[in-house]
């Protein structure tokens, strides 16, 4: 693409730069990079993970228009729409994605990239052992996990981690977007919920219904989580564990950012249960 006369800042993502290419003709494109790429793979992760969404879940996502090395070109899509329709239609669209892709094991067939640390899918027969290695102690040994945790909030993780049959439902895995914050909810040129920026795996549904809930949702989706909920029978103790559930993402943010919104103050009080052997 040789034709491309203007680049601006896209904001919103936190890993990684991002511009709105113009092209000579008007059209435009999404074009992402990093200023200190991870590793080789990380936008070929990307690119198997938006195909994986839209063809084996019927998401929306973003075309991929180029996968390299060094960039991720993607069509262009809208800011979401701030309407209850439109909330209602993700709920509909989520409910899909999670009821219409069950798998036996959990994990993925390629590891992939959650921010600027690879996120590790090795195939598991069983959630809780496979969520506990590679999705809650896999975050320390970070420095900044390190830093921020004492010895008794990583004792108190690693009992959390064992108790965690007793703690969370037993319950089948599925496709997930796996960093579905509500900044990766954009909307297709038709008005359409779309997603980007996946980290997938097969895992239980309540990693995307946990970061959707911890992330802010806008009044406007006050219905969403009612919609989903009777779309996939969800149980009515949900909320209870959400905090159990999101302590994966709260490790990935205090492990990557220097700012953390609040994350170290919330895996403390989430472990602070744990604290003490019983």
């Known amino acids: 693409?040789?034709?491309?006369?203007?680049?601006?800042?896209?904001?919103?993502?936190?890993?990684?730069?991002a511009g709105i290419a113009?092209?000579?003709?008007?059209?435009?494109?999404?074009?992402?990079?990093?200023?200190?790429?991870?590793?080789?793979?990380?936008?070929?992760?990307?690119?198997?993970?938006?195909?994986?969404?839209?063809e084996r879940g019927g998401m929306a996502t973003p075309d991929v228009l180029l996968a390299n090395?060094?960039?991720?070109?993607?069509?262009?899509?809208?800011?979401?729409?701030?309407?209850?329709?439109?909330w209602e239609q993700f709920a509909h669209a989520l409910a899909r994605l999670h009821l219409s892709t069950a798998h036996p094991r959990f994990g993925w067939h390629r590891d992939n990239w959650l921010g600027r640390?690879?996120?590790?899918?090795?195939?598991?027969?069983?959630?809780?052992?496979?969520?506990?290695?590679?999705?809650?102690?896999?975050?320390?040994?970070?420095?900044?996990?390190?830093?921020?945790?004492?010895?008794?909030?990583?004792?108190?993780?690693?009992r959390l981690c064992h108790r965690l049959p007793e703690l969370l439902p037993d319950r089948?895995?599925?496709?997930?977007?796996?960093?579905l914050w509500t900044q990766n909810l954009l909307a297709t040129p038709d008005g359409r919920p779309a997603l980007?920026?996946?980290?997938?795996?097969?895992?239980?549904?309540?990693?995307?219904?946990?970061?959707?809930?911890?992330?802010?949702?806008?009044?406007?989706?006050?219905?969403?989580?009612a919609v989903y909920a009777e779309l996939t029978a969800l149980d009515r103790d949900w909320p209870a564990r959400m905090p159990i559930v999101q302590l994966r993402q709260h490790l990935a943010v205090l492990a990557q950012f220097d700012h953390d919104w609040g994350a170290g103050e919330q895996i403390r009080a989430t472990l602070a249960p744990f604290r003490t052997a019983t």
Not at 1 to 17: C, I, K, Q, W
Not at 72 to 79: C, I
Not at 145 to 158: F, I, K, P, T
């Open 117 to 158: 640390r690879r996120q590790v899918n090795t195939w598991a027969d069983d959630g809780f052992a496979f969520f506990a290695e590679h999705r809650l102690l896999r975050w320390l040994g970070e420095p900044r996990v390190d830093a921020a945790l004492d010895a008794g909030d990583r004792a108190a993780l690693e």
């Open 172 to 179: 089948p895995a599925c496709l997930t977007h796996g960093d």
């Open 196 to 225: 980007v920026d996946p980290a997938v795996s097969y895992l239980w549904a309540d990693v995307d219904l946990a970061h959707v809930w911890s992330t802010a949702p806008p009044p406007e989706a006050g219905r969403f989580f």
């Open 22 to 54: 113009t092209r000579r003709d008007g059209s435009q494109l999404f074009v992402k990079a990093f200023a200190d790429l991870p590793d080789d793979d990380v936008f070929a992760a990307e690119a198997d993970g938006l195909a994986a969404l839209r």
């Open 1 to 17: 693409m040789r034709d491309v006369v203007t680049v601006e800042p896209a904001t919103g993502g936190l890993a990684a730069l």
């Open 69 to 86: 090395r060094e960039l991720l070109v993607l069509s262009v899509l809208r800011p979401r729409p701030g309407s209850e329709t439109f």
